[in-house]
């Protein structure tokens, strides 16, 4: 028997996901109970006035969100929790965020789809959505954790990269990595780096709130702290007015996209495991990725070539790291609770270079490890 | 466009937002003079006002006045207000919003405010139409009255708007007018006072699209309609049944007090702080969607 080890935890997903939205700062939670999700409501409902933070049940996922980005307007780190039809309903103020440049957390517990779907049940359907739900040119960041602890680590990572970059970030989890439980040892929460957004340090006169510098990403001010600024959803100028000049549109715009794509080496994660030699990998994210580990295993022990590639954060999509890998590659499995969908990236990506072949599963129940090393033996 | 006082004036982002979008003649700013005016009067400072408004013509008004401003999504602005109202109470929230952002796509978050009863203030600028894009019916558009959506006349009924902030639970209602623009001013600075959610519905005109499809005149006859069709709600009962047929009330209408919601949730924080960590409680053995 193994000595037990001390803070050794027995924890859902959805509970560590709060937890670490906790430790990272959160005070404020606005939300609409949805399957499989509501566990983040009800804890953080308990948990929030504790800290002397807030938690409000809202009309509907619309409003959540909107109040989400109020309070975070007013200074307060901030999130909602949602699953598939509540992340549609959510998709116009995601895109508000992401235009107004306002740091917020959305959490996505994927269940079946589309529409109504299946509450209860696991998928990766809304891989698309979060990339595009939104409308009008938008680049997203997304992490995706696969197991308890991670729940934690990767909701307090999107508190930071939200808060650092300015814009809304989204957890895409799933059913399972929600509702499961694992033990877990939770770090300590002062050994991990906690990101606040930057303040500005000019005063109010000058102040500009959409800032454009050389990072993208501008000083915020919070209401109420003396920067008497406009924030709208309207395309603006650098104060945050309504503009329609095209060289002002053309600026902001490119300041969105910027201060995403030149910082794709401090976002991006991909975890790589025996991909020193790998001639073939599988491409798996979440719940999925723990599959495919089991499948390389069994894969390895008769000596075929497999790796496995992990991202952890699907938004934005590691093509940097796919260019290069893919040099060393015959085949590339996608495997996916999907009909479907990061194939397409992957795809993209390779350009015909690499065979790539997909496994997909949208029957409600999870890939095997099992399927996944019967799919490498077939393709193989 | 309006013509601003001194005092207005110093209150308004002169330099860099005007000209304003507004048509001349448009309720709109005589509305946002009266809020101005209420705000100077009740010596609040511009950096703890914060207004919020969503998308439309009367939503445009946050953009040019020197407080905290937050120009939202068509119909949420109210959703937006209870976030920053609760993470910093101490700001004084005022809600500017059409009667489309409110009652059509904003209903829910209307009436969900009105029952929540967080202090937030909220003048509804009821011009009956769409003015933003260009004179469609409204959820407050009169029965059989022409909108460009409802060019044989409009067969809906209009929402009576405060009745229905009433049963929703608000505890402060008021109707105003732009023509009765001293009262208006009274009427805003009542609200903001109020401790919890209040509503300030004020008729306006917007004679570019409403005026003209119904052929109701330019902004004059409009506000001498509002002349003569308003009765202050002290004349209520003094005033006899048939005189009151096609007339509004105007004054506050209903003031009553209900535990404001930050004041709750400060009695929640001091409840959770003191009882032994407990886990929430779970619905267990039940079907869930
Ligand atoms: C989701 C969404 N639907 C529709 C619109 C288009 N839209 C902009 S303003 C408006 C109506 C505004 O009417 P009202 O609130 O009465 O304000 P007014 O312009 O009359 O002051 C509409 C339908 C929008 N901006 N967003
Ligand atoms: S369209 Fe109507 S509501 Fe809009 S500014 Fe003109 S008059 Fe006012």
Redesign the pocket.
Known sequence: MKPPVKNQRLMQGNRACVEGAMAAGCRFFAGYPITPSTEMAEILAAELPKLSGKFIQMEDEIASLAAVIGSSVAGVKSMTATSGPGFSLMQ?HIGYAYMAEVPCVIVDVQRGGPSTGLPTKVAQADTMQVRWGTHGDYYAIAVAPSSVLECYEFTLRAFNLSEKYRTPVIVLMDEVVGHMRERVILPDPDQMTIIDRMKPTVPPEWYQHFEINPHFVSPMASFGEGYRYNITGLTHDPFGFPTEKPEEIKQKMDKLKNKITHNLDDIIQVRAEFMEDANIAIFAYGIVARAAREAVRMARERRIKVGLIQPLTIWPFPDQYMEHIQEQLDLIIVAELNQGQLIGEVMRVNRGKTRVSSLTRYDSELITPDQVFEKIREEK | MPIFSEMTHKYLRAKKKFPNVWCSGCG?GTVMGAIIRAIDHLHLSRDEVVMIS??????RMPVYVDFNTLHT???RPLAFATGVKLAKPNLKVIIV??????LA?GGNHFIHACRRNIDLTTIL?N?S?????GG?V?PTTPFMKIGTTAPYGNRERGFDISKLAMAAGAPFVARGTVYHVVQLQKLVEQAILKKGFSLVEVISQ?HTLYGRLNKEGGPVEMMKWQRDHAIPISAAGKVPAEKLKDKFFTGVLWDIDFPEYCEEYDKVIALAQSLAEGEGVRVKGKERE
Request: hydrophobic share 25%; aromatic share 4%; net charge negative.
């Open positions: 116009e | 709109i969503g998308i439309g013509c009367s939503s999504t068509h119909g919003t059409g009667d489309g952002d409110a796509i600028i011009n139409t769409y003015g933003m894009t469609q409204a917007c």
